[in-house]
């Protein structure tokens, strides 16, 4: 009964494999999930350090070298192997801590570039006019001058500083302001360009803006409303309800300066007096009428 007790608890502890005649005995026991007593990054231990063994890390895509890996032993009689990630990216760390038991302990650190957050233009150019002041990707208004306002809008050449960011056009009528806008490829940094049509680079860009202004008098309004505008070019004024319903349009030939607009059979509320040229809206200013 003695011998039986004793075969039984040898066999609780260890595992027994039979195979050409002879008991291959393997421990139950595995690599201690202590192994490595510290794992870091630039001096830093990685997080979730002891729950998990693999990290997946994102870096500049500017970087020109790896942060720094430094691994420590709990026991500095294991032997280690230690594979570095290398540039360019993706790569991998790796770290193997050999136990005495023939079993290992693995870490893992997956390097990749993060995704860019650049949002800016390298260049633009227009198939004709001067574009003023000369383009810098950090400046972000701009005013386009043409030979003649009657001609078709020119064709926007917008080339990106990233080639993983994406660009959005948004055309305007002669005159108008044109939108570009940057979308790195984060998804989330944008930056948005602007460009007069048909403005005047000696006027500048705040001259441009003005002469795009509508004046509106009295506001609120009861009867007749009275309309200023800036700039001399033809263009069209709507009256528009706050559902976007356009209630009634005007045409504004060359050179007029003024216009009145009777709202008297119109209810009370809020408004939109709207600047358009060839289907374009070049401006939009609220109005209330009592």
Known sequence: MRNLSFILLFFSVIHSTWANGSYFIQSSSSCPDTALCDLTINGGTLVNFGSVNTWDVEVSPLVTSLPGVGYFLCDTSLSVSYTEAVLPL????????????????????????????????????????????EFNPDSLSYVLELDSLTGFMPMANAFLADSNATVVVTNASI????????????????????????????????????????????????????????????????????????????????????????????????????????????????????
């Open 90 to 133: 993706p790569d991998t760390t790796e770290i193997i801590v050999y136990c005495p038991d023939g079993d290992s302990a693995i870490y893992s650190i997956y390097w990749n570039y993060a995704p860019s957050n650049n949002a800016l233009l390298d260049s633009l150019f227009f198939s004709e006019g001067e574009l003023c002041p």
């Open 175 to 290: 005159p108008g302001e044109m939108t570009i806008v940057v979308t790195a490829e984060d998804g989330v940094t944008t930056t948005a360009y602007t460009i007069l049509i048909g403005g005047d680079c000696d006027l500048g860009i705040d001259e441009m803006n003005d002469m795009l202004a509508i004046a509106l008098f009295p506001n609120p309004v009861e009867n007749i409303l009275n309309i200023h505008l800036d700039g001399s070019f033809s263009r069209k004024l709507s009256l528009v309800e706050l559902s976007g319903g356009v209630l009634q349009t005007v045409e504004i030939v060359e050179g007029q300066k003024e216009y009145q607009l009777d709202v008297s059979n119109y209810p009370s509320g809020i408004y939109f007096i709207q600047m358009q040229n060839d289907g374009e809206m070049l401006k939009s200013e609220k109005l209330i009428i009592k």
